[in-house]
């Protein structure tokens, strides 16, 4: 069972560019949660999605951020118009259960 | 929401040596996991651990949740434990909700 796949790895974009981070979750895990992490801080909450829904979007930008987790397919998270502020690594998490998370490698945005 | 506190901030050990890391949380919880992110920035699940004790080789993990602390334990530390080690709770009441983290222990092992 291959663990939770993110890419790409590295992401490097010019300010004003459009930014798509991709997470094919465990098999069988119907759970992702996706968290930003800057340079030498935590994990911030960003969404929690479903199977075809948004369940939690608290932390969340109100604006360039959206996030989806289609039926077929992996979850996506983009970002438009991108700034030199979103350079962060971006990390997915899936979960069959209430109880453990199991985290992607990470995907390292660089914004020019 | 929650808020989550680890401590302490950095820690330098020698190899060989033991260490007690610590994370608080503000309200009661039904979820406590422990994380270790490596130099190459991967988080490895070390404990789901909302209550009791549980270990694992070297490592082991202690939750109070009536006093809303938990405690991981490292013993005869390598330099291959180095990392940051995070603890991520969820408010209690909630089941698959978000993770909210604190902000790491920054653990430096030499051998």
């Known amino acids: 069972n291959a663990g939770v796949m993110q890419n790409p790895r590295h992401l490097v974009r010019r300010r004003g560019q459009e930014a798509r981070l991709r997470c094919s979750p465990m098999?069988?895990?119907?759970?992702v949660y996706w968290y930003r992490q800057l340079p030498e801080e935590g994990l911030k909450f960003m969404v929690y999605?479903?199977?075809?829904?948004?369940?939690?979007e608290s932390g969340m930008p109100k604006e360039r951020f959206s996030a989806e987790f289609p039926k077929e397919g992996p979850s996506i998270l983009r970002i438009q118009q991108v700034v030199r502020g979103d350079s962060a690594a971006y990390f997915c998490?899936?979960?069959?259960?209430?109880?453990?998370?199991?985290f992607g490698s990470g995907t390292q945005l660089s914004v020019l | 929401g929650i808020q989550v506190e680890q401590s302490p901030p950095d820690l330098i050990l020698q190899e060989g040596a033991n260490s007690t890391l610590r994370c608080n949380f503000s309200?009661?919880?039904?979820?406590l996991q422990w994380f270790h992110q490596n130099p190459w920035g991967q988080l490895i699940n070390l404990f789901y651990i909302p209550s009791g004790t549980k270990q694992n080789g070297r490592l082991s993990a202690t939750t109070v949740a009536t006093e809303r602390y938990s405690l991981l334990y490292i013993s005869s530390s390598q330099t291959t434990d180095s990392g940051v080690y995070f603890c991520g709770t969820r408010e209690g009441g909630t089941s698959y909700g978000k993770l909210t983290f604190g902000q790491g222990t920054i653990l430096t092992v030499h051998p």
């Open positions: 098999k069988g895990h119907s759970h």
């Open positions: 309200d009661s919880v039904n979820n």
């Open positions: 999605l479903q199977k075809e829904n948004i369940i939690d």
């Open positions: 998490a899936s979960s069959p259960s209430p109880e453990k998370l199991f």
